[in-house]
């Protein structure tokens, strides 16, 4: 029997040796677009590096408009509040996602109800969605999670029978494609972050898109102090201290949620290198899925036919402990991290019980009153799915791990193989 790793043995992959691929990825093209932005001056507000990018990102995920703001978190609370959800609204979400999908809900005063998902893909479950609803719902937020797409055509079905808006959280489907149709083009609204563990990034940032052009000129006023939305592109400083957008004043009441002319160089580069970095990942993923099936105890995520186009954000899978002995998860992944050289997590924790999603810690802001404050106690919501996920089954590891070779992926299956073979040294 070969010794695992995490017992001193030899790993499956030496990183001194066979380090794996980076990320962030950047090269010359990166470099000489930030300089250019620096040397020109032109750091930020509506510049030209943003309008182009707006142009590109909407060509590219096939929406009339995009909007880049700060964030993957405040694209979805200004989608909330272009659709005039607050008080007394009902948002429907999955019990497991980022913290910031259900936090952005309460952020504008409204309730998220938390809804279990499916076991296979791990998305939302659209029956769950139709058992939530209630006369005070107003929206979807469906969140197409690592390398799964929730299943649009059944949540757009229901949005349509109940007029429900969607906001498809696309913080992780980046070129996704569902039917032909891109991730972020299917709802009333998409939300994308480049936050730097996204397959698209800046460090930070964020994309809203749309079809509808009255919702594009709310959301660009609300990144925007609320001003109405800027045709002609100007140097702020060439503008008098009062001058405040159209003469008529403020358009919406919002803050500043601008991006710089920096991160939007950044990602004009990036959104060139995506396609071909998608189907690489796609490739990788979808062998690494047929490698794992062969080994008992492992079930790679589904893979729904209507997926057209894969796009993934970390690269995850099911394990059943059951035929490794009993070897709880836990230990699982930190035998394969210690075969492997990279992390290997769980998924987000539930949202019933998740470390960051905590509203009553903040009773200045949310107390508004007292039923308030029960609905949006997180522990009222059951979703045995999403824990059973948590718990006992996810294992996910960086999408970078799917950027390099045939060889790389072999070796993860290889590595899981190794500990298949030999979990009950881990177990004494
Ligand atoms: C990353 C992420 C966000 C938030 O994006 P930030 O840019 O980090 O604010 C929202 N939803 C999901 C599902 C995410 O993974």
Redesign the pocket.
Known sequence: MEKLAIKGGTPCRDITKQPWPKWPVWGKEEETALLEVLHSGVWSYNGPKETEFNKLFAEYTGVKHAICTV??????QISLEALGIGIGDEVIIPGL??Q??AATVIDVNATPILVDVNEDNWCIDPKEIENAITPRTKAIIP?H?YGAFADMDAIINIAKKHKLYVIE?C??KHGGEWNGKKAGSIGDIG?F???L??HLTAG???SVTTNNPELADKLDALRNCGRKPETTIFNPLDKGAGDYGDDDGNFIQSGNLRITEFQAAILIEGLKRLPAQNARRNTNGEYLNSLLDQIPGIAPIARDKRETKKAY?NYAFRYYKDDFNGLPVATFRKALEAELGIIVGAS?EPLNNCSLYVPHTKPSRYKLNDSYWKAIDPKRFSLPKCERIFKEQSVCIHHKALMGTKKDVELIAKAVKKIYNNSKELLD
Do not use: P, R
């Open positions: 964030n993957g978190t405040m694209t979805l996602t980022w910031a999908t969140v999670l959280d913080a992780h939300s972050s480049y936050q563990s996204k930070e940032g964020g954000f987000y």
